[in-house]
T-cell receptor
């Protein structure tokens, strides 16, 4: 497809369960990002993949969060032992190498709305 | 500690008038600033950006102004249209060429017909 695709679009899970969120970036975009937006908050950076470089994991809030990306394709964000405070919209974005990002910005997916009950 | 602040959670303007959305930042090392627009149930879409070496960038009805000494930027939309109604996020990039963006909380703009 032409855009960034995320699945599922909505996920309701019980506290303590693990969840896996998927992101398909735009073909040819070497950079991939995960952000989350909790209710009433701005977008919060989680993790950044750039080509074959080691990912920037500095935004992951705890060791319950992890993400993988195979090459320059699909990425999965895994949250283990979910807590209610993990409820948020999880957004994935991809971009071309800099400086393109500053002219064109990221392209975001529509997000996965995660609700932990 | 919020490094990018959008102090107005909402703004309402009349169609045809100017919309001015404001953003303040605290980190003087930010290199680039971007504005994103978000409709409900959709991801944010890139609108316009400005480098820290400039003080103005214009694209059609959208103009972004940067005042480095005040650590302040603003987005002007002229003339405003009902389709501009959305949440607008200000974002900044830390120095070093990092593409990791720091976002504000957003301002919800409503343009009334």
């Amino acid at each position: 497809g032409a855009g960034v695709s995320q699945s599922p679009s909505n996920k309701v899970t019980e506290k303590g369960k693990d969840v896996e969120l998927r992101c398909d970036p735009i073909s040819g975009h070497t950079a991939l990002y995960w952000y989350r937006q909790r209710l009433g908050q701005g977008l919060e950076f989680l993790i950044y993949f750039q080509g074959n470089s080691a990912p920037d994991k500095s935004g992951l809030p705890s060791d319950r969060f992890s993400a993988e990306r195979t090459g320059e394709s699909v990425s999965t964000l895994t949250i283990q032992r979910t807590q209610q405070e993990d409820s948020a919209v999880y957004l994935c974005a991809s971009s071309r190498n800099a400086p393109g990002i500053f002219n064109y910005g990221y392209t975001f997916g529509s997000g996965t709305r995660l609700t932990v009950v | 500690d919020q490094q990018v602040k959008q102090n107005s959670p909402s703004l309402s303007v009349q169609e045809g008038r100017i919309s001015i959305l404001n953003c303040d930042y605290t980190n003087s090392m930010f290199d680039y600033f971007l504005w994103y627009k978000k409709y409900p149930a959709e991801g944010p879409t890139f609108l316009i950006s400005i480098s820290s070496i400039k003080d103005k960038n214009e694209d059609g009805r959208f103009t972004v102004f940067l005042n480095k000494s005040a650590k302040h930027l603003s987005l002007h939309i002229v003339p405003s249209q009902p389709g501009d109604s959305a949440v607008y996020f200000c974002a900044a990039s830390p120095q070093g060429g990092s593409e990791k963006l720091v976002f504000g909380k957003g301002t919800k703009l409503t343009v009334n017909p």
